[in-house]
Structure formats: structure tokens, C-alpha cells
């Protein structure tokens, strides 16, 4: 009877010392920097800031959310109004890949796996050379279910993000429009 109730023992001490390191390792998402110095500590919140759109790709969908400032200049009509984005203005595109709702009457996609987190941030005096935007990009590992940040050196903002969003200039380098809701 001893040897079970020491076995016992064991078993809990051991599992629960395997929860604990399990824990301890998550990663903190909110100490990762893109290597141009874009922190996803700025953007800390994210996940409750309001939806401006979400759009679908071959690959995957995303949800693309901004924070109040961005908001308040999307409301005031801006870009379509000529104006640029103020300083302060943030954005996230969450990625994840997609799949098919296995329950729904009708054939919908819903979010699978996700994939990476983007951020966009205006801030002129730190990002001259990209029209006052910042970038940073965080690839998602399922493996490891932890994040890392894109690129190899502070130059692939400018050379991987902006030379992509320059295709957009006419609305101060943004994508996705503020859809009627």
C-alpha cells in the first residue's frame, strides 16, 4: 500500500512539475522586436481594438484591426477626404489559414492556424525613409506555437513592406479601406 501511495506521489509531483515548466516557457509574445525596432510591446491590446475589415486570400483570411487614433481618422473619411494618416495611427493584420466549418449548413471558411502577425505603425520622425510608417512582421511556428519576428536586418521594412505598399500611395500606403458597416 506504501509503494502505491509513493508512486502516486510521484506521479503527481512529476506531472505537475511538467505543467509548470510547461508554463514557465510560453512565450511572452510582448518582448519580441522586429529588427528595425518595432516592438510588439506597442501594439500591446491589439486583440480588443476594433475591426476595420477582413479580406481572403488563396492561402489563408485575416482580420486586419486598428487602434482608436486610426479609427477616429478612418471615421473622419481619411484618406478618401486627401489627408494623410496622423502620427499615433496603428494596425494589425492577423493571418491564420483557413479551413471549412465542419457544422455549418452552407459551405463558409473559418480561421485555422495562424500564421503571422503584422503591424503597422505611423510615426514620421522614426520612419522617414518609409513615409512615416513602420512595419513589422512575426511568423507564427506551430511546432513551438511561438512567434518570430520577419527579417534578416533593419532594411527589410523598407525593402520588403513599403516597396509592397507603395502600390498604395493614393491612401497614404494602407490597403484596406474603413467598409461601410
Keep these: 500500500m506504501k509503494s502505491k501511495t509513493t508512486s502516486a506521489v510521484a506521479i503527481v509531483a512529476v506531472s505537475l512539475a511538467a505543467l509548470i515548466s510547461i508554463a514557465l516557457a510560453a512565450q511572452d509574445k510582448y518582448t519580441l522586436k ?3 525596432g518595432v516592438a510588439f510591446s506597442e ?3 491589439y486583440e480588443s481594438w476594433e475591426n476595420v475589415a477582413v479580406s481572403v486570400t488563396d492561402e489563408g ?4 484591426l486598428a487602434n482608436p487614433v486610426m479609427i477616429k481618422a478612418y471615421k473622419e ?3 478618401s477626404n486627401g489627408k494623410p494618416f496622423p502620427d499615433g495611427c496603428m494596425t494589425v493584420k492577423i493571418e491564420w ?4 466549418n465542419p457544422v455549418s449548413p452552407y459551405s463558409v471558411d473559418v480561421p485555422d492556424t495562424l500564421r503571422r502577425i503584422s503591424f503597422i505603425e505611423k510615426d514620421s520622425k522614426r520612419f522617414p525613409d518609409s513615409s512615416g510608417w513602420g512595419y513589422a512582421q512575426f511568423l507564427y511556428d506551430t511546432n513551438s506555437a511561438t512567434l518570430k519576428p520577419f527579417g534578416e536586418d533593419n532594411s527589410f521594412g523598407t525593402k520588403v513592406c513599403y516597396k509592397c505598399h ?3 500611395k493614393a491612401t ?3 490597403f ?3 467598409p461601410v458597416r
Excluded: E
Design 34 to 36: 522586429a529588427p528595425n
Design 43 to 45: 501594439f500591446r491590446g
Design 61 to 64: 483570411m485575416n482580420a486586419i
Design 77 to 79: 473619411r481619411i484618406p
Design 97 to 100: 489559414k483557413k479551413k471549412k
Design 166 to 168: 507603395t502600390a498604395a
Design 172 to 174: 497614404d500606403y494602407i
Design 176 to 178: 484596406t479601406g474603413y
